[in-house]
């Protein structure tokens, strides 16, 4: 029994550590003296631009340090060891599904070294073998998205090919079903398609549910990972939301396409004097963040809805006279007359109504409880 209790612990602290590799990002690297030795024992501290929180930790034998899973963002690494002063470097940035390296090579001059790293900066990840692309969230409240899905985005990523709406499509030549979706490191996939169950109509008991663009920090896709990635051979794609910091943030936005900027539906034809109907998809919401406790508590909250209004409800799947009657002209002039083209429609509908008859009775065969 001990020895079930000790195996289950080893199981779930291996689980976390696993699930801390995939989600957010992560610092590491190692602290040098002048002569290019490691320094141990040194203090890495890693302090939050947008929270001021401190995240802290000391080199290893080989002056090696990690701060794993940490969320999104720049960063302040104040270095601090024995018989050294201060070492600093600047808007360190952190992104999601990446590791940042930092190599700090500590000076013997008195004053306090500070050293600003520029957040457009690019770093080689030599660490893990992991190919990720991340959008940012200037770049992501500012893509063209239809619908404003944020499964749209991953049609940008290397290696993805086919219909990028709702996430139905191909990264790496795998099946549309073999892509990980993930928010904040949290399992997003149905259990039908296994396709995003978020910005669905909903589907083997998952409610359709709608994520806001202006709530999204970074969007992650991340191939060719190690086996903490797992569960599908494709990748994964991450979206990591966003959270309060000690600045006030928001945004309210609203979206509208009506019958004012677009042709009347093919089935309306207005009358002299006489307006298109209503016809408007209108998108609205609003986001906030801000602290609660300085340095300490944060929360964030955001809202969206989507508003539809369709003036042809009623006849949607049923032309008008008028309609009828341009298409029969149109017939006319390649010398096909209505009682012809009313024949080969009520044809084709008894044919459909055959089809369908059949598929019945061969269902009702197979089971009785049909």
Not at 10 to 20: D, H, R, W
Not at 38 to 55: L, M, R
Request: charged share 15%.
């Amino acid at each position: 029994m001990k020895r079930l209790v000790i195996a289950i612990l080893i199981v779930f602290s291996l689980a976390v550590a696993t699930n801390a590799q995939t989600f957010r990002g992560t610092i590491n690297g190692t602290v040098t003296d002048p002569s290019g030795g490691s320094v141990p024992n040194a203090t890495v501290k890693a302090t939050e631009s947008a929270t001021g929180i401190d995240h802290t930790t000391t080199t290893t034998s080989d002056g090696a340090f990690a701060f794993q899973d940490i969320p999104l963002g720049q960063y302040k690494i104040t270095v601090t060891a024995t018989g050294f002063p201060a070492y600093t470097v600047d808007k360190v940035e952190v992104s999601a599904g990446q590791i940042y390296t930092l190599s700090v090579k500590l000076s013997l001059q008195q004053q306090t070294t500070t050293v600003e790293v520029s957040a457009a900066a690019l770093t080689l990840d030599t660490t893990t073998q992991t190919q990720t692309m991340s959008i940012p969230d200037d770049v992501v409240q500012n893509i063209p998205l239809n619908g404003r899905d944020f499964t749209q985005m991953i049609g940008v990523a290397p290696g993805f090919g086919g219909y990028n709406v709702g996430g139905f499509g191909s990264l790496n030549g795998t099946r549309p079903n073999q892509i990980n979706w993930q928010i904040n490191g949290v399992d997003n996939n149905d259990f039908w398609h296994n396709i995003p169950a978020i910005n669905q109509g909903g589907v083997s008991g998952i409610a359709g549910t709608v994520l806001p663009i202006d709530a999204t920090e970074e969007f992650s896709v991340q191939t060719s990972s190690g086996p903490e990635g797992g569960r599908n051979a494709g990748g994964t794609a991450n979206v990591v939301l966003k959270s309060g910091s000690n600045n006030i943030h928001g945004s309210v936005y609203y979206y509208n396409r009506n019958e004012a900027f677009a042709n009347p539906s093919p089935f309306f034809i207005p009358a002299p004097g006489t307006k298109a109907p209503r016809e408007r998809n209108e998108n609205y919401g609003f986001s906030a963040g801000g602290p609660i406790i300085k340095n300490k508590t944060f929360a964030f909250a955001t809202y969206e809805k989507n508003d539809f209004v369709f003036g042809l409800s009623g006849i949607a799947t049923e032309p008008s006279d008028a309609w009828v009657n341009q298409a029969l002209a149109v017939l006319a002039t390649h010398g096909v007359t209505e009682s012809a083209a009313s024949k080969t429609a009520i044809g084709f509908l008894q044919s459909q109504r055959r089809v369908w008859i059949q598929l019945q009775r061969r269902r009702s065969a197979r089971s009785p409880d049909f």
